[in-house]
């Protein structure tokens, strides 16, 4: 396992987040917890070793659905991205500040999981739903040419957005889905520039300007600027031919 690095907060003691050490579902959780300079170690597990073996069985004492990713805080252990979110959230004041935006917040946490799945069953052989490379180019070609953001496009414009249309969520900043929602169409962009496709982005401005504001957050400049995000792979090293 290797550690990437963690912030310091005199006041609480560190949480634990535990993924592998690839961006994948992780890399959501390291720019939201980054954002919000919270003390945390971030465990980055290469090995199958170093997860099932060595560190699984404790996570599993707290928490029997235990998964890559998890977070521990505290006497608290969670699983399962979407509930991950919900508790920093809920701990940080970025899951919704009425009960339509914590609805929005859920809504985008799951269609933005879709997205993710998408990718995912373009990357992985073992999904069967691209089995070759031929699969690969073909399918990667038509996400490119119709990239699965017009309804979040439409999110931004929509008469309730709270912030005119710069946030997915709170009027004032991103809240826990849109840690997701740039993940995806920063993915998607270069998965569009590695095939030599039109630019993603391009299609959707008000995502454009979201995903600009994002890439623009001050505390976010330390993790764009590290390897966690420069050079780590996107998938697994079995989806490597395709798109790491
Ligand atoms: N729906 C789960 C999926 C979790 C999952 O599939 N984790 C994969 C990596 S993306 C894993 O390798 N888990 C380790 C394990 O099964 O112990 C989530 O969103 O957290």
Not at 40 to 56: H, I, L
Not at 129 to 143: L, T
Not at 197 to 224: H, I, M, N, S
Request: glycine share 8%; proline share 5%; hydrophobic share 40%.
């Amino acid at each position: 396992m290797s550690g990437g690095y963690s912030k310091s907060d005199a006041s609480a003691a560190p949480m634990e987040f535990g993924y592998w050490k690839i961006r994948g579902l992780g890399a959501v959780f390291r720019m939201l917890l980054e954002y919000k300079e919270a003390k945390y170690e971030d465990k980055q597990y290469c090995t199958g070793e170093d997860w099932f073996k060595q560190r699984k069985p404790a996570i599993l004492e707290m928490n029997p659905l235990a998964n890559l990713p998890y977070l521990v805080d505290g006497d608290v252990c969670v699983c399962q991205t979407n509930a991950i979110l919900q508790y920093l959230g809920e701990k940080f004041g970025l899951y919704g500040a009425s009960a339509a935006q914590k609805i929005r917040t859920e809504e985008l946490l799951c269609e933005i999981y879709d997205v993710r799945n998408g990718m995912i069953d373009l990357v992985y052989p073992f999904k069967n739903v691209c089995r070759d490379i031929e699969e690969f180019d073909a399918k990667a070609e038509g996400i490119v040419k119709s990239p699965p953001f017009a309804k979040f496009e439409a999110i931004l414009s929509f008469k309730d957005n709270a912030s005119g249309g710069k946030w997915f969520v709170l009027a004032d900043g991103p809240g826990v889905a849109d840690f997701h929602i740039w993940e995806m169409l920063d993915q998607h962009k270069m998965l569009a520039e590695r095939i030599g496709g039109e630019p993603v982005l391009d299609k959707f401005p008000k995502c454009k300007a979201f995903y600009e504001a994002f890439r623009a957050l001050p505390t976010l400049q330390k993790y764009f600027a590290s390897d966690d995000y420069k050079t780590m792979d996107i998938n697994n090293k079995i989806a490597n031919t395709y798109f790491a």
